[in-house]
């Protein structure tokens, strides 16, 4: 629901509700566009979910369920490609219906499932937008850098501070600019010496339709084994990603296109040594709708870390991979 220019300021009211089998979402936010005198758009929210994160392998079963819910002030400057915005807030995060058995088996401190761990968070993000295309780019760069502080207002968990940095270039490869190359490159950090207090949704993560095609998604290594299941493999995330998805565009028919894809990186939990750097190889097909490209990816890894891994990954989504 959106009502527009509620206190004739240009302002609004949005509320969203989302509820799904496996995921609640509710946002109250009141948007303005100026902060006092200076052109900053304002956003002022309250906000609450509660989501499920699946196991992959395991139809109708949890790894953990995850509660948030606080409230949040963001300034947002924007000027032709460039925006810069900083959003602080509190938030409280819970993390609980994962036995002492799994936590550990993901690197989670057992003592803090079940607690609600609240924060000071600070999110600056920096965009770098001069593409000729939102929607389907063919030429141009895009950079972002995000971080992300958050201090815990509970002795049970150190705070940490994130940072991420993306970079997408589009390169014409003909005079038509009908056979595109694209790249997006990927690396970041979170600085926090103990990494079993890091909440499992602030980790990094690789795997799925717009990172690792040919991994599930939050799939890639590293995972482990859950106890007692043949091929249900657990997500652990790393503090520190680097990653790389290489793209060329062509024609196909009329609406159609295709591309050819290789996509790699690697997830550091703990130590580099303890960690591989892994790819994958496919194909895909874009059909343009007046809302953006249907996209259906197929990828192959380029090797199993474990047995129990499938051999590829297939994607059917709307929107371009980056």
């Given at each position: 629901m959106v009502w527009k220019n509620p206190f004739n300021r240009a302002d609004r009211i949005e509320l969203a509700i989302d509820r799904a089998p496996h995921e609640n979402y509710g946002q109250l936010s009141y948007v303005m566009p100026r902060f006092f005198e200076w052109p900053l758009t304002t956003t002022t929210t309250v906000y609450m979910s509660?989501?499920?994160?699946?196991?992959?392998?395991?139809?109708?079963?949890?790894?953990?369920?995850?509660?948030?819910?606080?409230?949040?002030?963001?300034?947002?400057?924007?000027?032709?490609?460039?925006?810069?915005?900083?959003?602080?807030?509190?938030?409280?995060?819970?993390?609980?219906?994962?036995s002492r058995r799994l936590a550990e088996l993901i690197d989670f401190s057992p003592r803090l499932v079940g607690q609600r761990i609240p924060y000071f968070y600070a999110e600056p993000v920096l965009v770098k937008n001069y593409v000729d295309?939102?929607?389907?780019?063919?030429?141009?760069?895009?950079?972002?850098v995000t971080g992300k502080a958050m201090a815990s207002l509970s002795h049970k968990?150190?705070?940490?501070?994130?940072?991420?940095?993306?970079?997408?270039?589009?390169?014409?490869?003909?005079?038509?600019?009908?056979?595109?190359?694209?790249?997006?490159?990927?690396?970041?950090?979170?600085?926090?010496?103990?990494?079993?207090?890091?909440?499992?949704?602030e980790r990094f993560y690789l795997g799925g339709a717009y990172s690792l095609r040919g991994y599930d998604a939050d799939m890639a290594p590293p995972v482990d084994l859950a106890p007692g299941r043949s091929c249900c493999l657990l997500p652990i995330g790393g503090k520190t990603v680097l990653?790389?998805?290489?793209?060329?565009?062509?024609?196909?028919?009329?609406?159609l296109g295709g591309v050819f894809f290789n996509d790699c990186g690697i997830l550091v939990r703990k130590n580099w040594r303890d960690d591989h750097f892994v790819g994958a190889t496919g194909f895909g097909l874009r059909y343009a709708t007046p809302v953006g490209p249907l996209r259906f990816d197929i990828a192959w890894k380029w090797r199993r870390q474990r047995g129990e891994e499938h051999r590829f990954a297939w994607f059917l989504t709307l929107g371009q991979a980056f």
């Open positions: 509660r989501f499920d994160q699946p196991l992959v392998y395991c139809f109708k079963d949890r790894l953990y369920r995850l509660e948030q819910e606080g409230c949040s002030l963001e300034l947002e400057y924007a000027d032709n490609g460039d925006k810069f915005g900083v959003c602080c807030g509190f938030e409280a995060m819970k993390v609980y219906d994962i295309d939102v929607v389907n780019p063919t030429a141009g760069t895009i950079f972002t968990a150190s705070g940490f501070f994130k940072i991420l940095l993306e970079e997408s270039i589009f390169v014409p490869l003909n005079k038509t600019a009908t056979w595109i190359g694209a790249a997006h490159l990927r690396a970041g950090h979170i600085f926090n010496s103990d990494f079993e207090t890091i909440m499992p949704p990653s790389g998805m290489f793209e060329i565009r062509f024609p196909l028919y009329k609406a």
